[in-house]
């Protein structure tokens, strides 16, 4: 049983259903104390860039508006934050810190979705460019964690939908990412949206990136990646996690972030 959740979406990301209230609901319904809203960060986007995964700009005052009446409104029954999901885009990191400003918000969680821009042959999931794959993915993950704008790390192992084989490269990869993510105390997240989703022969959670994750001693944190309120009633997939995460030693972080 875990009560803390921190990766919710919202039907503005274009590829998820439900009203706000009914995230909420569900996931009172489900035992949560708390959560977090973290849907996809709409950008400042290039014109090469569909952005059919995410809200649109125009679109944040109202998800911003929409959830801190939610956050009053449920104060007594949830704890609530707003936050969102965002990629490391080295050329629009001012405008990612300035909308922390603007729109107060309490929580950036890093999804390492695209490197440099979104295009499909840039996705971690599906990338192209497999010579440089776990380069890319590692330099950008390492950026984001050094940039102190990210505290939370969805989905870290996302890039071994690329991956054909594993490899002594995809061992010190993983390794990389874990190291850092601890010398910074940033979470990673064992993510079930993953597991509702198992259909490439490698795919996340990977069980030997959980591995080196006990090695490591990383702070870890289980998703529910919610792209529906249903998910929060996942129960079997949550125990799973749990079962097999306790079974590598790792004793699954459920504190109030």
Not at 120 to 142: C, I, Q
Request: charged letters at 30%; a negative charge.
């Amino acid at each position: 049983m875990i009560t803390t959740n921190y990766h919710v979406h919202t039907h503005r990301c274009n590829h998820a259903e439900g009203r706000d209230r009914d995230y909420v609901e569900a996931a009172i319904a489900a035992g949560f104390s708390e959560i977090a809203f973290t849907d996809h960060s709409p950008w400042p986007l290039h014109p090469y860039e569909p952005g059919m995964i995410r809200m649109k700009l125009a679109l944040l005052p109202d998800y911003v508006n929409s959830l801190r009446q939610l956050k009053e409104e449920y104060k007594d029954r949830i704890s609530i934050k707003i936050g969102l999901e965002c990629e490391y885009y080295a050329d629009r990191m001012d405008w990612l810190k300035e909308t922390i400003r603007k729109y107060d918000l309490e929580l950036i969680i890093l999804g390492n979705h695209f490197h440099e821009y979104e295009h499909h042959t840039r996705y971690f999931g599906s990338y192209k460019d497999k010579k440089n794959l776990l380069r890319d993915y590692v330099a950008d993950t390492l950026a984001a964690i050094e940039s102190g704008v990210y505290g939370y790390f969805a989905h870290p192992d996302i890039f071994v939908r690329s991956l054909t084989h594993w490899t002594q490269e995809a061992e010190n990869a993983c390794r990389m990412i874990l190291e850092a993510c601890k010398e910074h105390h940033i979470p990673v997240e064992y993510n079930l949206g993953g597991v509702r989703s198992r259909f490439f022969e490698f795919t996340y959670p990977y069980p030997r990136f959980w591995e080196i994750a006990a090695e490591v001693g990383n702070d870890v944190r289980i998703g529910i990646d919610a792209h529906s309120p249903m998910d929060f009633h996942d129960k079997k997939s949550i125990d799973d996690a749990i079962s097999f995460l306790n079974s590598l030693g790792i004793i699954v972080d459920d504190k109030r972030i």
